[in-house]
């Protein structure tokens, strides 16, 4: 499939696929402002917002792109939270924004800034907690990037958002991502890319490496030549995000290798990187809320690229209910068999660290499971015990039960039951 750049200025078309990338973006977007701007200390939060791919600012329908989306949470959280501070007899917090916008094409940054100029005066003289810079850009983004990082680094920004929406993967190096993340104290990537792509330059590059990653899932290298007999199938999607994640994920501690949902073939993929074990935590739970959004093909427990196509508990994931069912039937063992691998015992916060770049579940689910498993207990600093998923917190231990119902604690006790 040839991937051909939007023209904005001929009015350019918002595909489902855009739509719903819009959607999990702009709800992570207000739920990142959320969790960052909570403390009831707290008068001022600095982040940079990064548009590398901008476009024009509005589809022909009408309907936002990012760049207009970005605007509107900002200006829904300023006013919301200051109304809620106000109410609970809080200092007021003021939110300041350097909002980069660059796309490759003059014309279409003309039109991008007519479409940003409204709300950006209605911010001015409507939401003074707002404060919003915007820089604009016209260059191909591998070239423009190193001026972006000066911007963001002369401003000492160090809460970063890129929203990296390309064509393909072409226009994006994967060193960047890498260098984005590493630059920062706290940056997150929001990385669009169609699979073709990379299957033909992973085809090009190295095709017996590529060969060697689609054998356990059934994908021949004669079918792979035909890829579009592959979209539309499941066992494609489970192996198709194993070369996601095998590809990036050396780009940042956190990798979210989930194509957007489209049952008549998945062909995109909206990946979100990040080193904050926090910001993938919030990243799946959005998806959760977005179920028709984005899709998963594998084991939905701790081990979601296990893929085995004999496993029946190998299953098509859109984050709907009945993958969060599947997942706490998982969870209810692989919790356990974690924790052990480390002994008895484990803190919480080292616990989903070493977890989050290997499941798709809810935090909820999760914090559910711990609860619930007759074999864990969950200690709190004071040395009391959790009863309530909710109020886990990551200064909280994990440790195993010493009568426990199911697990052996050392080898030998494993030896007899062979």
Not at 98 to 116: A, C, F, G, R, S
Not at 248 to 266: L, T
Not at 294 to 299: I, L, N, S, T, V
Request: glycine share 6%.
């Amino acid at each position: 499939m040839s991937l051909k750049p939007i023209s904005w200025t001929t009015g350019a078309a918002l595909e489902e696929h855009s739509k719903r990338k819009h959607k999990v973006v702009g709800e992570y977007i207000a739920q990142y402002l959320a969790v960052r701007c909570q403390l009831p200390q707290q008068s001022r939060f600095r982040l940079a917002i990064v548009d590398g791919f901008a476009g024009g600012g509005r589809y022909k329908c009408g309907s936002p792109g990012s760049p207009l989306i970005f605007l509107e949470e900002l200006r829904a959280a300023a006013e919301a939270f200051n109304v809620k501070r106000s109410a609970e007899g809080m200092s007021p917090i003021d939110i300041e924004c350097l909002l980069i916008l660059n796309d490759y094409d003059p014309e279409t940054v003309e039109l991008l800034k007519y479409n940003v100029a409204p709300l950006i005066a209605h911010i001015s003289q409507s939401v003074p907690r707002l404060h919003v810079r915007v820089e604009y850009f016209k260059k191909k983004f591998e070239v423009v990037y190193p001026e972006i990082k000066t911007l963001i680094e002369s401003g000492n920004y160090q809460n970063v958002l890129f929203n990296l929406d390309q064509c393909g993967t072409s226009k994006v190096d994967i060193d960047t991502i890498g260098d984005v993340i590493a630059s920062f104290t706290s940056a997150e990537i929001f990385y669009t890319f169609g699979i073709e792509t990379l299957v033909t330059f992973l085809n090009k590059s190295d095709p017996q490496a590529l060969a060697k990653k689609l054998a356990p899932f059934g994908v021949t290298a004669t079918e792979l030549a035909e890829l579009d007999g592959l979209m539309s199938k499941h066992a494609w999607l489970g192996a198709a995000e194993k070369i996601v994640f095998d590809a990036f994920r050396g780009c940042a501690d956190y990798v979210s290798p989930f194509s957007i949902h489209n049952p008549q073939g998945w062909r995109y993929w909206l990946i979100h990187f990040a080193n904050s074990v926090r910001a993938r935590q919030e990243y799946n739970n959005i998806l959760h809320q977005n179920s028709s959004s984005q899709a998963h093909f594998g084991r939905s427990g701790l081990h979601m690229l296990a893929y085995d196509p004999s496993e029946a508990d190998s299953m098509l994931c859109v984050f709907d209910e009945a993958g969060r069912a599947e997942a706490k039937a998982q969870l209810h063992d692989d919790i356990p068999r974690f924790i052990a691998n480390y002994g008895d015992t484990i803190g919480v916060g080292d616990f989903y660290a070493g977890i989050y770049n290997a499941t798709p579940a809810h935090m909820l689910d999760i914090n559910s499971a711990i609860i619930d498993n007759p074999d864990l207990e969950v200690i709190t600093e004071d040395g009391g015990e959790r009863r309530k998923a909710s109020t886990i917190r990551i200064s909280d231990t994990l440790r195993m039960k010493n009568q426990r119902s199911f697990f052996p604690m050392f080898f030998n006790d494993q030896a007899k039951k062979k």
